[in-house]
């Protein structure tokens, strides 16, 4: 699976949007992009995964450069529970499971 | 539709016991992982099971830690003769049976853990 990049930590005013970067220069032509996050020791949360069209959902959405480098997870309108790690996980979906690696991911504080 | 289940929430051995953690996975999901998060530290992935069979267990450490998934019942990570560097949070997670190119709904889900604690 390819190596991702996510700035260690971002802070973000409660009610505006949460832009989360994610670099992934080495991603190949299959391979999707996963976001999870972790709030305060929690289990791991699913959020969106896409290819490489932009995806959106009730939770965020997903925006991925044309050539698939980097993405953005966007947060619309975050809350003080939205106050996480978030993680950028890139992975093949094939026969062979669900396995994900985790980087150390961007831990986001929303406040007031 | 329950989530993934996994109990004890907490768990507390002293050095030389035996811990075992549980894992009911979400209806329909097949497929089992486990993962282990040492204090301040990121998830790291041990091992991935399905029905009878371990698929990848090359996140497991060598000795002590075993894993199963039976026919029937929950998974289980076992370990045995616990010592305070186990002291971690282990996580479960979920997913369905991948069928083919295209599938939706690939997304692991995880259980909310079971915090070791070796005294």
């Known amino acids: 699976d390819a190596k991702t990049t996510q700035p260690p930590s971002m802070d973000c005013a409660e009610g505006r949007a949460a832009n989360l970067p994610c670099n992934h220069s080495?991603?190949?032509?299959?391979?999707?992009v996963y976001w999870y996050r972790q709030i305060h020791s929690q289990g791991p949360q699913y959020i969106i995964h896409?290819?490489?069209n932009n995806e959106t959902n009730e939770m965020a959405s997903l925006i991925i450069t044309e050539d698939r480098k980097s993405s953005t997870l966007i947060l619309p309108h975050a809350t003080l529970r939205d106050t996480a790690v978030y993680y950028c996980?890139?992975?093949?979906?094939?026969?062979?499971?669900?396995?994900?690696?985790f980087g150390t991911g961007t831990q986001l504080k929303v406040e007031l | 539709n329950a989530g993934v289940m996994q109990n004890p929430r907490h768990l507390v051995r002293r050095r030389g016991q035996e811990a075992r953690l549980r894992c009911s996975p979400m209806?329909?999901?097949?497929?089992v992982y486990w993962y282990r998060q040492l204090p301040e530290e990121g998830l790291k992935f041990m091992v991935y099971l399905q029905k009878e069979n371990i698929i990848d267990e090359s996140g497991m450490p060598k000795e002590r830690f075993s894993a199963e998934f039976p026919k029937e019942g929950p998974s289980i990570l076992r370990i045995q003769q616990v010592v305070r560097g186990d002291s971690a949070a282990y996580f479960c997670?979920?997913?369905?049976?991948?069928?083919?190119?295209?599938?939706?709904?690939?997304?692991?889900?995880f259980g909310q853990g079971t915090r070791l604690t070796v005294v």
């Open positions: 896409g290819l490489k």
């Open positions: 996980i890139v992975r093949l979906i094939t026969g062979g499971g669900n396995k994900l690696t």
């Open positions: 997670a979920s997913s369905p049976p991948y069928v083919g190119p295209g599938s939706m709904n690939t997304e692991a889900f």
């Open positions: 080495t991603i190949s032509g299959n391979e999707y």
């Open positions: 209806k329909g999901h097949s497929h």
